[in-house]
């Protein structure tokens, strides 16, 4: 899985974006996906402007999967 899929099979499964960011950034309330620079994918929850890292993930598919589990609540 990589980024555009997920962003497709969340949109099939009808979750809200208010529930997420695939863009990065730090929107209020939402589990983020983000790439840096050198190209680790992290997964942080943002509030109040402020992230709280989960994990950080060298493969997109990793990230994407973890991801996923996440917003799921698996």
């Not at 991801?67 to 799921?72: C, D, E, P, R, Y």
Request: include cysteine.
């Amino acid at each position: 899985m990589n980024l555009e899929s997920l962003r497709l099979h969340l949109k099939n499964l009808g979750i809200s974006k208010s529930r997420y960011s695939l863009d990065g950034g730090v929107p209020n309330e939402k589990l983020c996906l983000e790439v840096s620079e050198d190209g680790t994918w992290h997964i942080y929850y943002s509030e109040r402007g402020g992230k709280t890292t989960m994990s950080y993930w060298r493969e997109e598919a990793a990230a994407c999967q973890e991801f996923l589990k996440l917003l799921l609540g698996e």
